[in-house]
């Protein structure tokens, strides 16, 4: 599967393989000796699972790397743990070729990577349990609350109207090709946006700031 993945990667021109791993313990290694810009994780591995090779990943302040959870299995556990680990996406082995290189690009760039029917299923995951993930910066989560609290949010950073309108606009899981089209700007003051809504919330990642605004009720 590793060899299959490497030649993939390898025939895309802006893309460089560093490294293989054959256990969650070797990821980690790797990921600290080599500094990849992504990391394509699996869940089941020997030694350690994927998940918490990809907690000691983010978790590394050395590392800057965004992880990709690559796996056989469509469950909703291994979705959320991988997220809630700090995983910046989650793509099945049965993708195409394509899909993959775009998987590693998009991750990259620090766009989200969740197709729109996978958003959804973290989004009310995620906005109906608090305690389920670390809504923002690695680590971070909500107070868990006994049944029928309301969750203790922190509070809203001050973000910019447009600041706003892009957080909105990120929560309706837009790329910023989209939100460029929509709001009339040019991608590279989108990308200036979102990086600087990111900044303010906390958020490692997009699939984080998506959840940060549905909890507060701006999507």
């Known amino acids: 599967m590793r060899a299959g993945f490497r030649m993939i990667l390898e025939a895309a021109d802006d893309i460089v393989v560093v490294g293989e791993a054959a256990s969650g313990v070797e990821a980690v290694a790797a990921a600290s000796a080599l500094r990849p810009d992504v990391v394509c994780m699996d869940v089941q591995m020997p030694d350690m699972d994927g998940l918490e090779a990809t907690r000691r990943i983010v978790a590394d302040p050395d590392v800057d790397a965004a992880v990709v959870i690559v796996t056989t299995f469509d469950r909703d556990d291994y979705l959320f743990s991988s997220l809630a680990a700090g995983a910046s996406g989650f793509l099945l082995k049965n993708a195409g070729p394509e899909e993959l290189v775009s ?4 991750a990259a ?6 197709a729109p029917e996978v958003t959804r299923r973290v989004i009310a995951r995620f906005a109906d349990d608090p305690a389920a993930s670390r809504p923002a910066g690695a680590g971070a989560t909500y107070p ?7 969750p203790v949010l922190p509070p809203r950073p001050e973000l910019t109207d447009r600041e706003d309108e892009v957080l909105r606009l990120l929560a309706q899981a837009m790329s910023n090709a989209e939100i460029a089209e929509r709001l009339y700007i040019g991608e590279a003051t989108v990308k200036t946006h979102v990086s600087n809504v990111l900044q303010k919330l906390g958020a490692r990642d997009r699939v984080a700031a998506v959840v940060y605004a549905h909890r507060h009720g701006l999507a």
């Open 109 to 114: 760039a620090g766009d989200a990577l969740l």
């Open 144 to 150: 868990r609350m006994s049944t029928g609290e309301q």
């Open 103 to 106: 998987a590693v690009r998009v």
